[in-house]
C-alpha cells in the first residue's frame, strides 16, 4: 500500500511535524540520501509559504509507484489570498513578506515536477515530486 | 519553552544544534547567543550542524544573521559539520551562506578562531578548547 496521508498546517511546530512525514516518505520509498534531503527541504520552504502567505492549509504526501520507478508527491493547499504574478513570485529575491524569497523557485529547483495554480482570492496549490534517479 | 543550550569556554561559546528546530526556537537561539556573547565577553562563536538533517532557506537566514549579530558585537562565528546531502540542496535552494564561514569539523572549526583571535589568548584556554572538542567531534560523527 503506498502512502496517502493529508497533514494540516496551522503553526510553525506543524512545519518540523511536515519535514518528519515527508522524510519518513522518503525513507520508505528508499530514494537516496540526498532525494531525501531535497524533497524535506522543499517541503519546508513550501510549507513556510502555504503558514505565512496562505494563513495556513494542508499538504497531502503521497508515495509513488511507476514500474521499477519510485517517488514521493507533495500537493500544498491554501484557500489564502493567491498569488497575482505567478511568474513573478518564482524569480529568486522576490518576496513580499521580509524572508530571502527562495521558497518557490528554490523548491521547484530542488524537485523533478513542479505545478502551481492559485486564484486570487481564491487560494494557491502547489504540487511537487521527487523521483527516484 | 525549549531551549538551545550554549556552552562557554574561555573566550568561546559552543552551540551544538541537536533538535529539528521549529522557527521560534531558531530566533531563540538567535536572541540567546547575542545577550550571550555579550554577558560573557566572548570572542568567537562555533556552532555544530551536523546533527541537522536539513537546512533550509529560513535556517540558513539564521545562521547567516547570527554570523552578523556577532560580528557587529566583536565576536566571530564558524558553522561546522555541515552534512554533504545539506550542503548540495542549499547551494541548489539558492543559498550559498554568503557572510558565514564554516569548517567541515569542530577542530577544523577551533582551528579557524583560534587563528583569528590572534596568539593574544593564553594556553590555558587552548587547553581548554582542546579538551572539549573530542567528544563534540563523536557526535559530528554519528
Do not use: C
Not at chain 1, 524533497?39 to 520552504?45: F, Y
Not at chain 2, 538567535?30 to 532557506?57: C, G, P, T, W, Y
Amino acid at each position: 500500500m503506498l502512502r496517502d496521508d493529508t497533514l494540516s498546517l496551522r503553526s510553525s511546530e506543524d512545519i518540523v511535524l511536515i519535514r518528519q512525514a515527508v522524510r519518513s516518505a522518503a525513507v520508505d520509498l528508499r530514494l537516496g540520501l540526498v532525494d531525501q534531503t531535497k524533497i524535506v527541504t522543499a517541503a519546508s520552504e513550501l510549507a513556510r509559504n502555504t503558514l505565512d502567505y496562505g494563513g495556513g492549509g494542508t499538504v497531502r504526501i503521497q508515495g509513488l509507484q511507476e514500474g521499477s520507478r519510485r517517488g514521493v508527491r507533495l500537493t500544498f493547499e491554501d484557500k489564502g489570498p493567491g498569488i497575482p504574478d505567478v511568474e513573478r513570485a518564482l524569480k529568486d529575491g522576490y518576496t513580499t513578506g521580509g524572508g530571502l524569497g527562495l521558497g518557490l523557485g528554490g523548491a521547484r529547483r530542488l524537485s523533478n515536477e513542479f505545478a502551481i495554480e492559485s486564484r486570487p482570492g481564491e487560494g494557491t496549490k502547489v504540487t511537487i515530486a521527487r523521483w527516484t534517479a | 519553552m525549549d531551549r538551545i543550550p550554549i556552552l562557554k569556554m574561555g573566550e568561546y561559546l559552543l552551540v551544538t544544534v541537536q533538535v529539528d528546530m521549529h522557527d521560534r526556537l531558531a530566533m531563540t537561539l538567535q536572541e540567546d547567543l547575542a545577550e550571550r556573547i555579550v554577558k560573557a565577553r566572548a570572542r568567537a562563536v562555533l556552532i555544530d550542524i551536523s546533527a541537522l538533517e536539513v537546512v533550509d532557506s529560513f535556517i540558513g537566514r539564521m545562521l547567516g544573521s547570527i554570523a552578523a549579530i556577532a560580528r557587529v558585537l566583536d565576536a566571530e562565528t564558524v558553522v561546522v559539520g555541515m552534512r554533504p546531502a545539506v550542503a548540495i540542496t542549499l547551494v541548489e535552494l539558492g543559498l550559498a551562506l554568503p557572510g558565514v564561514r564554516t569548517a567541515l569539523n569542530v577542530e577544523k572549526g577551533m582551528e579557524i578562531l583560534r587563528r583569528s583571535l590572534g596568539q593574544s589568548e593564553g594556553n590555558g584556554n587552548g587547553a581548554a578548547a582542546e579538551a572539549v572538542a573530542p567528544p563534540s567531534e563523536a557526535d559530528a560523527e554519528r
